[in-house]
C-alpha cells in the first residue's frame, strides 16, 4: 500500500472496493433516466442564461437644452396644400411659422376619385416658368405697400406672387386671392388656387423643436403675427367655391416623436399574451375624426414621455456622445437624431386626450350634454399641445443570469438529480430485496 498521506484523513469521499459493489439492471435504467434528466436540465439552464429580456426603469429625465424631432403624415381629403400651414410654437417664445424644411406637401385626387395621389411635378403651384425670368432683368415688382421680404430672390423687390404674399404676411395683411396684384395676375394665381379646390393634400416629414412645452398645428392661410395674438389669413378659406366649403376631416397615418421603435425591439417588450406594438408607443395612429363643418377645430393634448431603448451590448461610454449629439443636432440632417450606432434608440412614448368643438360655440345637446357648452371663435384646424414629462423609461436589454449563475445551476442540477437517482435506486433496490426474501420463506 501507498504511504497515507496528511490529506487522507480529511477525505469526504470514501471509496468502496470493487467486490463490494453491486450492480442491478434497475440501477442501469435509474442511471440512464438520471442522464437524460440531467442534459435535459442543463439544456434549461443554458436556454435561461442566454435569454435577454428587458427590463424598464423609471428614473428622473436629467436632460437640458435637448431637441426633440416630430414625424408626422396626415391627410386632409377637404382641403389643398395651397392653404394649408404648418406653425410650431412653444413656452420658450420660439416661433416657426410656416414650417417646409422637412415636410412635404402631396397634393390628393378629390375624395369621389378615391383621393390618389397626385403626380408631384402637376403639384406646384408655382411652377418655375411661373417666374418673371421672361421680363427685363433690371425689373423690380413692387409689394404694394408693405417692405419686401427678407428671402427675396431679388433684394427690396416683389417679382413673384408668393413674394408679394410673404410681404404680406410679414406686416400682418390679409392677401386674399391676389385681385390687382400684378405678379399673381401674371401667374394665374387666383385660377390654379380654384383648379385645386375639390382636393386634399396630405402632409408629411419631420421637424425638430424644443424639448419644453409646447404646439404645433395645421391651420388655414398664411400666418403671422399682431401684437401678441397669433393670427391666420383665412379669406381663401372662407371664400370657397366648393360646395359645403372645406373642412378638416383628416386621417393620422403616423404622428410620433422621435425615431420608431424597430419591430424586433417591440416583439421582446411584450409577450404573446399581451403583445406589444408602436401603437401602444404611437396610440393616435391610424385614428381618423370626421366633420362637415367647415368652422371645426380639432384639439390632441399630448404627455410627452422620454424613452430610452439600450441593448445588450450598450456601452455606457456612449452617453457622453449621445449629450453632445443632443448639443449639435441642429448641425445633424432631420430624422437622424435618436438613433445610436450600437442600436440603441432615444425616442419618446405619449399619451393623448382628445377634443374637438365647433368655431360658433353652443352646447353638446344634440350628444345628450346640454350642460357642455363651447366658447366662440377661434381658428378652424387641427392642434397638437404636448407637454413633456419629468420622468424617463429606460428599457434596458439584459440576460436573466450572469455565467456564474449558470455554472451554479449546472452542479446543482447535477448533484441534485444524482442525489434524488441514488435514493431512488437504493429504494427499489430495497424493495426488491424484501420481496425476493419473502418469495423464498
Known sequence: MPAKSRFTRLDAFTKTVEDARIRTTSGGVVTIAS??????????????????????????????GEKMEIHMNISFPRIPCELLTLD?????????????????????????????????????LHADDDVATHLDPSYCGQCFGPPAP????????????????????????????????????REHYSEKLDSQREQGCRIEGDFRVNKVTG??????????????????????????????????????????????IPEEVTKKLGSKAMPWTNHHVNPLDSTSQLTDDPAFNFMYFVKVVSTSYLPLGWDPKNAMTALKRNALNNLYPIGTQGRGADGSV?????????????????????????????????????????????????????????????????????GGTLTVAAAIDRGVYEGAMRVKKLHQR
Open 35 to 64: 442522464l437524460l434528466i440531467v442534459f435535459y436540465l442543463i439544456w434549461g439552464e443554458w436556454s435561461d442564461y442566454r435569454r435577454v429580456v428587458v427590463h424598464p426603469e423609471l428614473i428622473v429625465d436629467k436632460g437640458r
Open 88 to 124: 410650431v410654437m412653444d413656452v420658450s417664445g420660439e416661433q416657426q411659422t410656416g414650417v417646409q424644411h422637412g415636410i412635404s406637401k402631396v397634393q390628393l385626387a378629390p375624395a369621389k376619385d378615391g383621393g390618389r395621389p397626385i403626380e408631384k411635378t402637376s403639384l406646384i
Open 150 to 185: 427678407s428671402n427675396a430672390a431679388k433684394p427690396g423687390c416683389c417679382n413673384t406672387c408668393d413674394e408679394v404674399r410673404e410681404a404680406y404676411a410679414s406686416v400682418s395683411w390679409a392677401f386674399g386671392r391676389g385681385e390687382g396684384v400684378e405678379q399673381c395676375e
Open 215 to 260: 404646439n404645433f398645428h395645421l391651420a388655414p392661410g398664411r400666418s403671422f403675427s399682431n401684437g401678441a395674438m397669433h393670427l391666420h389669413d383665412l379669406n381663401n378659406y372662407w371664400d370657397s367655391p366648393v360646395e359645403g366649403g372645406h373642412t378638416f376631416t383628416h386621417h393620422v397615418h403616423s404622428l410620433r416623436f422621435g425615431p420608431q
Open 346 to 414: 432615444e425616442t419618446h412614448q405619449y399619451s393623448v386626450t382628445s377634443h374637438k368643438r365647433s368655431l360658433r360655440g353652443g352646447s353638446d345637446a344634440q350628444e345628450g350634454h346640454k350642460e357642455r357648452l363651447h366658447a366662440m371663435g377661434g381658428i378652424p384646424g387641427v392642434f397638437v399641445s404636448y407637454d413633456i414629462s419629468p420622468m424617463k423609461v429606460i428599457n434596458r436589454e439584459e440576460r436573466t443570469k450572469s455565467f456564474s449563475g449558470f455554472l451554479t445551476g449546472v452542479c446543482a442540477v447535477i
